[in-house]
């Protein structure tokens, strides 16, 4: 998988892509990634990559020229890539939409800054429009660091093979179950001894009951009936104070 970045701000992504597991798969080649500067295609003797919105109205607009020679510039995988505008005009970004974007070879994510980007390289030139959530950003870098995280993660061979138990929960529609590390005691709270049993089998309901518990105190738009098994329901029901 290749992740490239078109950014005015290229340095944000430096230690991004040299740091964890990201920079593990870089360093073995299983994810390859390039940063381009939208300023080194602007014009002029000032490099604009800006200017005021027609129409009037406060801040400032990215201009079409620059992002589009930029994009020009990126060498494509052809039909398996896509150009992906993050904006929170975009559809919202989840687990599932991380794992379909992990099957194509190669993203080219565009980071828009000030009030966004001319509408038309929007609709000429941009595949996908992808927001992380209804909130504001002062620039489009740090969601496409969010993306790139979350999908660079279900690339093969990037969790050297050990599946993360959190991928699991989320395709399940629940939230994880507590976790707990050494000492045992860690000011006088005692980790819940069902941990320390050695019991496998009480050990995973335990951790069933407590993902179910979380998701119903906190998400319970989660919680879809066709993937909870009967001792599932049994488990709700009992948390609901049924029997
Ligand atoms: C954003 C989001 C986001 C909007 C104006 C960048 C900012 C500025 N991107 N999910 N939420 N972008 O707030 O993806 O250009």
Known sequence: MKFDVLTIFPEMFSAFFREGILGRAVNSGIIDFGITNIRDFAMGKHKAVDDRPY????????????????????????DRSLVILLSPQGVRFDQATAWELSGWEQLILVCGRYEGIDERIRLAYIDREISIGDYILSGGEVAAMTLVDAVGRLIPGVLGGKRSNLEDSFEEGLLEYPQFTRPRVFQGKVVPSVLLSGDHGKIRLWRRRESLRRTLERRPDLLKKDLLSNEDEAILANLQGGP
């Open 55 to 78: 129409g009037g109205g406060d801040g400032m607009v990215m201009k079409p020229g620059p992002i589009y020679r930029a994009l020009k510039s990126v060498d494509r995988a052809d």
